[in-house]
Structure formats: structure tokens, C-alpha cells
């Protein structure tokens, strides 16, 4: 629902949509994977079917709303309306997976044992909540107009929130600090705040916000859209 997406649907280079849809795909097959539908041991073709149920239901989620909102004129110019569903459908197509985790019957809920599978969790997590604000201009508002020793302020709080959500306030699906505190705040917090870091700063060069900017700019917005996308990696792994 805001006008980034609608310019960015239209003007986002081909190549970055398209390394932006294999790396969507590949974060919906695992979550189907882990928390699809149907019995355990359904194999690959039932991971795929349920990735392409995801990417079904965010496609058509994503028309019904922008068509009612007059975003987009399928009659009319259906190229443009293409572009920008495409583009409005990858998010939906992983908070569809994440909502057939919690809501769905009869899901696999295989557990995520593997230290790869708690890392690659985490990053779904941080595209969910960091793929709608990464096109917004207050991502770059912010950047800009921060101190230089803010975006430090903001690491730390970072990691803070990250630690405490998952290991202190007692939410449900807690985790107990396995190896130690410093341990686990090592090898998952700190690990987890640099994936969604990255993710950040994938999603922001994906929608050209480091176009034309400096390397120091380009790590400020990056450290700003990492504190939604932490806050996301830190909830996929109490939740799921």
C-alpha cells in the first residue's frame, strides 16, 4: 500500500527481481519444508507443492488487494500490473509460509535442529519483516539524518533486543542458552544480527537505495532497516 511499491514494480532492474524471486523461492521451499502441509516424508514434490500453494495464494492476495485499491489495471495494462504484483507478492509469499506454520492443520512442524536450519530461519524472518519497509524513503530519511555514532547505539541495541526476546522475557517457545550465555549470544545473536544485517542491505541495493551513495551512507541504511529485520530473525526462532 505505499507509492515505493508502485514505482519500484515498474523501474526495478530485471536481474535484481529475479536473483530477488530465486532467493524468495529458495526461503519458501525450506519453510514448506519444515512447516508445510501433509504427513511427514512427503519428499520434495510435497516441498514444491507447497512453495508453489505459497507463491498461489501471495499472487492472488496481492492482485485482489492492489486491484480493489485501484493500484493496478489488469485490463488495461497488464504489464505494469505484472510487475507490480510480482514484486508485492515475494513478501506475502514468505509471511504465507510463516502463517501456515501457526494456523494451518495438519503441518509437519518438523523441528529445526541443524544450526543451518536456525540460520536460515532467522534470515526468513528478517525478509519478513524487512521486506515492506526496505522501498519506503524513511529508511533513507533516517540514514541521513542520524549522528555518525547513532548507527553503533543502534547495533547494540540490536543485539540487545535480539538476546532478550529469544533468552529473557520469558515468551513462550524460549530457548535456554545451550553452551553458556556468552555462547549462545556468539553463535546465534551476534550471528543472527549479521544475517539480518545482510538481508538489509540485500534488500535495500535490490531497490537501489545504495544507488549513488557512499560506502558509509550505504551501512547507515543498512543498520537502520536491520533493527525491524533483527527484531524479525529473533521472532522466527521463538515462534517456529
Same mark, same amino acid.
Given at each position: 500500500?505505499?507509492?515505493?511499491?508502485?514505482?519500484?514494480?515498474?523501474?526495478?532492474?530485471?536481474?535484481?527481481?529475479?536473483?530477488?524471486?530465486?532467493?524468495?523461492?529458495?526461503?519458501?521451499?525450506?519453510?514448506?519444508?519444515?512447516?508445510?502441509?501433509?504427513?511427514?516424508?512427503?519428499?520434495?514434490?510435497?516441498? $514444491?507443492?507447497? @512453495?508453489?500453494? *505459497?507463491? #498461489?495464494? !501471495? /499472487?492472488?492476495? %496481492?492482485?485482489?488487494?492492489?486491484? =480493489? &485499491?485501484?493500484?493496478?489495471?489488469?485490463?488495461?495494462?497488464?504489464?505494469?500490473?505484472?510487475?507490480?504484483?510480482?514484486?508485492?507478492?515475494?513478501?506475502?509469499?514468505?509471511?504465507?509460509?510463516?502463517?501456515?506454520?501457526?494456523?494451518?492443520?495438519?503441518?509437519?512442524?518438523?523441528?529445526?535442529?541443524?544450526?543451518?536450519?536456525?540460520? $536460515?530461519?532467522? @534470515?526468513?524472518? *528478517?525478509? #519478513?519483516? !524487512? /521486506?515492506?519497509? %526496505?522501498?519506503?524513503?524513511?529508511? =533513507? &530519511?533516517?540514514?541521513?539524518?542520524?549522528?555518525?555514532?547513532?548507527?553503533?547505539?543502534?547495533?547494540?541495541?540490536?543485539?540487545?533486543?535480539?538476546?532478550?526476546?529469544?533468552?529473557?522475557?520469558?515468551?513462550?517457545?524460549?530457548?535456554?542458552?545451550?553452551?553458556?550465555?556468552?555462547?549462545?549470544?556468539?553463535?546465534?545473536?551476534?550471528?543472527?544480527?549479521?544475517?539480518?544485517? *545482510?538481508?538489509?542491505?540485500?534488500?535495500?541495493?535490490?531497490?537501489?537505495?545504495?544507488?549513488?551513495?557512499?560506502?558509509?551512507?550505504?551501512?547507515?541504511?543498512?543498520?537502520?532497516?536491520?533493527?525491524?529485520?533483527?527484531?524479525?530473525?529473533?521472532?522466527?526462532?521463538?515462534?517456529?
Amino acid at each position: 500500500m505505499t507509492m515505493e511499491i508502485w514505482g519500484l514494480g515498474l523501474s526495478i532492474p530485471r536481474y535484481r527481481l529475479a536473483l530477488l524471486l530465486v532467493a524468495t523461492v529458495l526461503l519458501v521451499v525450506f519453510l514448506s519444508q519444515h512447516f508445510g502441509a501433509g504427513m511427514p516424508g512427503v519428499g520434495w514434490p510435497g516441498y $514444491l507443492a507447497d @512453495a508453489g500453494v *505459497a507463491f #498461489v495464494m !501471495a /499472487a492472488v492476495a %496481492a492482485a485482489l488487494v492492489l486491484g =480493489v &485499491l485501484t493500484v493496478i489495471e489488469p485490463l488495461q495494462d497488464w504489464q505494469d500490473a505484472l510487475s507490480i504484483t510480482g514484486l508485492a507478492m515475494l513478501p506475502a509469499a514468505v509471511g504465507a509460509s510463516f502463517a501456515r506454520s501457526q494456523l494451518g492443520m495438519g503441518g509437519r512442524r518438523t523441528p529445526t535442529t541443524t544450526y543451518g536450519g536456525e540460520l $536460515l530461519l532467522m @534470515a526468513a524472518g *528478517a525478509v #519478513v519483516f !524487512a /521486506a515492506n519497509i %526496505a522501498p519506503t524513503e524513511e529508511v =533513507v &530519511l533516517l540514514a541521513a539524518g542520524i549522528d555518525p555514532w547513532h548507527p553503533v547505539v543502534l547495533v547494540v541495541l540490536c543485539l540487545l533486543l535480539m538476546h532478550g526476546f529469544v533468552y529473557w522475557v520469558g515468551f513462550r517457545g524460549q530457548e535456554p542458552a545451550v553452551g553458556g550465555v556468552l555462547r549462545s549470544f556468539l553463535t546465534l545473536t551476534v550471528v543472527g544480527y549479521a544475517i539480518a544485517l *545482510a538481508m538489509s542491505a540485500y534488500l535495500l541495493w535490490t531497490f537501489g537505495r545504495f544507488d549513488g551513495v557512499g560506502p558509509a551512507m550505504a551501512v547507515t541504511q543498512a543498520v537502520v532497516l536491520a533493527l525491524p529485520a533483527s527484531l524479525g530473525a529473533a521472532a522466527a526462532r521463538l515462534i517456529l
